[in-house]
């Protein structure tokens, strides 16, 4: 079965370094997204890309945040420099389009510890 | 500012019981509705989703009651099963510069005891 990869899994880091997460989206999905899920909250999304062009990033810190998905496919996000409050869950997940109720899939997360 | 509103925050039920879970939005753009159930350590799933122009979908155990006037969802688990504990989370998304953007409730943590 298809599914969203990401990796790592976990991540442990110190305050001030810089950190990359990967995401590799189900084939032929167009829309990918990176969400942010603090502990005991929901998701909240930092960005979302249409192929390669970033259509939404009104929530993504962008003094220390970046993403891109440079060839339409996988997608990179990056911190830096991490802050303690950047620890959470950052997960991708991909969808074939945008269209009317086209179902997100998640993939399993990457676990971020900033010390 | 929280787009959706979950309650409870923590639910427990006895095996072989109903769980419910409510949720409200005010944003009357969005336009499909999905519940999502996570487990420890994983990404939320797709649990099972509605669009406001029906009032209730059921799919095996699962059941959504949507009620378009009141801007409320709420989702049924019958016959509740100790596998059933997870975190679920409500959603809603709609139209114009957002479409397909995920707002999510806070989450319900469902404990089901044999």
């Known amino acids: 079965e298809a599914e969203v990869a990401q990796s790592p899994r976990y991540k442990i880091t110190e305050k001030s370094q810089a950190v990359a997460f990967w995401c590799d989206p189900i084939?032929?999905?167009?829309?990918l997204y990176w969400y942010r899920q603090i502990l005991g909250q929901g998701p909240e999304l930092l960005v979302q890309?249409?192929?390669?062009?970033?259509?939404?990033d009104s929530q993504l810190p962008k003094d220390r945040f970046s993403a891109e998905r440079l060839k339409g496919v996988d997608s990179t996000l990056k911190i830096q420099p991490a802050e303690l409050g950047d620890s959470a869950m950052y997960l991708c997940?991909?969808?074939?389009?945008?269209?009317?109720?086209?179902?997100?899939?998640f993939g399993q997360g990457t676990r971020l510890t900033v010390v | 500012q929280q787009q959706v509103k979950q309650s409870p925050q923590s639910l427990i039920v006895q095996k072989g019981g109903i769980s419910i879970i409510n949720c409200a939005y005010e944003?009357?753009?969005?336009?499909?509705f999905p519940w999502y159930q996570q487990f420890p350590g994983k990404g939320p799933a797709l649990l099972i989703a509605?669009?406001?122009?029906?009032s209730e979908k059921k799919e095996g155990r699962f059941t959504i009651s949507f009620n378009k006037s009141a801007k409320q969802f709420s989702l049924h688990i019958m016959d509740s099963q100790p596998g059933d504990s997870a975190t679920y989370f409500c959603?809603?998304?709609?139209?114009?510069?957002?479409?397909?953007?995920?707002?999510f409730g806070r989450g319900t943590q469902l404990t089901v005891w044999p």
């Open positions: 959603a809603a998304s709609g139209g114009g510069s957002t479409l397909g953007r995920l707002y």
């Open positions: 509605i669009r406001p122009d029906v």
């Open positions: 997940a991909s969808s074939f389009t945008t269209g009317y109720n086209t179902e997100a899939f």
């Open positions: 944003n009357t753009a969005f336009d499909y």
């Open positions: 084939s032929g999905h167009a829309t």
């Open positions: 890309f249409q192929d390669e062009s970033v259509v939404d």
